[in-house]
């Protein structure tokens, strides 16, 4: 008798599943800045899916942590599948967006989260070495182009 697990592929490749936000307030965008590999990066406010977690709640979440703002996605921007072959890890990043009517102070909750800023696409596009990765940008650039993709797509039996 196969195991349970076996059957359903516990040798099956898994990318990893992350979620971002995209959050904006007159053409200024929050992106958050941490240490990787002993270097400052920056990155939308981002993180893994936990176990028990929807796409939408892991979103908040990350966006609380990172951010110390309670707000809630509007809209997805685009799914998009990602290879860091340095690190031989894949990713499937769920990006969400939050326009704000307001610019709101932030407070992270993260200690890995050195600061925040609220950053023009110009000034994005001048610190693209330190980018995290090319999905920062391309998550921006598809913002706004108008991307939008209804958050009642998104279906869970949690």
Request: proline letters at 4%.
């Given at each position: 008798?196969?195991?349970?697990n076996?059957?359903?592929?516990?040798?099956q490749?898994?990318?990893?599943?992350?979620?971002?936000a995209?959050?904006?307030?007159q053409?200024?965008?929050?992106?958050?800045?941490?240490m990787?590999?002993?270097?400052?990066?920056?990155?939308?406010?981002a993180?893994?899916?936990?176990?028990?977690e929807?796409l939408?709640?892991?979103?908040?979440?990350?966006?609380?942590?990172?951010?110390?703002?309670?707000?809630s996605p509007?809209?997805c921007?685009?799914?998009y599948?990602?290879?860091r072959?340095?690190?031989?890890?894949?990713?499937?990043?769920f990006?969400?967006v939050?326009?704000?009517?307001?610019?709101?102070?932030?407070?992270?909750?993260?200690?890995?989260?050195?600061a925040?800023?609220?950053l023009t696409?110009?000034e994005?596009?001048?610190?693209s070495?330190?980018?995290?990765?090319?999905?920062?940008?391309?998550?921006?650039e598809?913002?706004?182009?108008?991307?939008?993709?209804?958050l009642?797509?998104?279906?869970?039996?949690?």
């Amino acid at each position: 008798m196969n195991n349970l697990n076996d059957e359903h592929g516990s040798q099956q490749f898994k990318p990893n599943a992350t979620v971002a936000a995209v959050i904006v307030y007159q053409n200024k965008f929050l992106l958050v800045e941490e240490m990787e590999n002993n270097q400052h990066v920056f990155n939308q406010p981002a993180g893994h899916l936990e176990a028990n977690e929807n796409l939408i709640d892991a979103a908040k979440r990350e966006i609380y942590e990172e951010t110390g703002l309670t707000v809630s996605p509007q809209y997805c921007s685009g799914i998009y599948y990602f290879h860091r072959p340095e690190l031989s890890l894949y990713f499937l990043r769920f990006c969400f967006v939050i326009e704000l009517n307001k610019q709101l102070e932030t407070s992270p909750n993260d200690d890995e989260i050195l600061a925040t800023h609220w950053l023009t696409l110009p000034e994005i596009k001048k610190k693209s070495a330190q980018l995290r990765s090319s999905m920062v940008l391309e998550c921006i650039e598809d913002y706004l182009k108008g991307q939008k993709i209804d958050l009642t797509i998104f279906k869970s039996n949690l």
